[in-house]
């Protein structure tokens, strides 16, 4: 009874499946498939040479695939600057990217261009006329005792004009301690001032000879240093690009006078040495023109290289009163005249 049972399993298990009745149908299609297959061979070139024709409209729809074409399994997330997104501990093929305009991860402010050096001082190189006010307080007739010497002459060495104005140089340094709109400076100023002629003969001179010794001259000299407060206005020249930058200075001056004959110092008539001092006071008032525009490439450049940060031209008026503050004891050695030079700021 159970080798009957057993055999009955097998059997339902292992025996092929009943073969359905239409079998006989499409082995007949398959029979006529394989008679037709010879003249599906000879169609086959001519279908080949259409080929071509499907292949190059292939490209076209390779190009649309992308966009319809779900995403690569490897293909990174990107952020914002459309950059990948790499897994924490991976690194990239190419350099990581550093914006300038982007404030980095502690809240630093956003970079607005090259910074420029500290600007603290400033430094001056000017040129005038001058003409020493030694004469001024002069009350007799005829001509001051400076224009006697240094006047304008004739033949005979009389003296028959005013002296002219001479070349006056001068070198400036300031410190900038301090900027509202501009900034604020303490500087020093000096100068040098020389005047010379032909030396008047002492002894009494013939009738028709000349007055004065060609071969002998003499020389004056002043040398004026100053201490002033000064303020340049230059916020439209940092703001606006305006290239003008007006200043205003003053404050306080000592002149040192002297006049040598013959390589030493002269005396006056009482054999005292001409050579002294004088105090006072001084006003500059002027405009600048900053050179930085002509090429501002180059003005960075200066300013990387030397640290000057701007250069200028610049013309002003200058008020010196070197008299003592209006004494009678000292001689005024001052002048009002106007300056033009060459400034740089570092």
Not at 138 to 150: E, N, R, S
Not at 194 to 219: C, I, N, Q
Not at 250 to 267: C, D, H, M, Q
Not at 307 to 321: C, K, L, P, R
């Amino acid at each position: 009874m159970s080798a009957a049972l057993f055999a009955s399993f097998v059997w339902a298990f292992a025996a092929p499946p009943t073969p359905p009745d239409d079998s006989g149908d499409e082995a007949e299609v398959v029979d006529a498939d394989a008679e037709d297959a010879p003249d599906n061979a000879e169609d086959a070139p001519d279908n080949a040479e259409d080929a071509p024709d499907n292949a190059e409209d292939t490209p076209d729809n390779a190009e649309d695939a992308p966009e319809d074409a779900p995403a690569a399994e490897d293909e990174l997330p990107l952020d914002e600057r459309y950059d990948p997104i790499l897994p924490y501990g991976e690194a990239g093929d190419e350099r990581e990217l550093e914006y300038a305009d982007e404030a980095d991860e502690l809240g630093e402010a956003e970079f607005q261009g090259r910074v420029a050096s500290p600007q603290r001082f400033a430094i001056e190189v000017k040129f005038g006329p001058y003409l020493p006010e030694v004469d001024t307080r002069y009350t007799g007739t005829g001509f001051g005792p400076y224009a006697t010497i240094y006047g304008e002459t004739d033949e005979l060495g009389l003296t028959t004009g005013k002296p002219r104005k001479g070349l006056f140089s001068v070198l400036s340094f300031e410190w900038q301690f301090y900027n509202i709109g501009g900034p604020l400076s303490l500087g020093t100023t000096v100068g040098l001032f020389r005047d010379k002629a032909d030396a008047l003969v002492a002894e009494d001179v013939p009738e028709g000879e000349s007055l004065r010794a060609s071969a002998d001259k003499t020389w004056f000299n002043v040398v004026p240093v100053t201490v002033l407060l000064g303020y340049r206005f230059e916020l439209l020249a940092d703001r606006f690009r305006v290239p003008l930058v007006p200043y205003a200075r003053g404050g306080v001056a000592y002149g040192f006078w002297w006049e040598r004959k013959g390589g030493k110092l002269s005396t006056n008539s009482a054999g005292k040495k001409s050579h002294g001092g004088s105090f006072g006071w001084q006003v500059n008032l002027g405009l600048m023109l900053r050179l930085d525009f002509i090429d501002p490439a180059t003005a960075i450049d200066l300013d990387r290289l030397t640290g000057i940060n701007h250069t200028y031209v610049f013309g002003e008026w200058q008020f010196s009163h070197l008299d003592g503050f209006g004494s009678d004891s000292m001689m005024s050695v001052g002048d009002d005249t106007f300056l033009v030079g060459l400034a740089f700021e570092f």
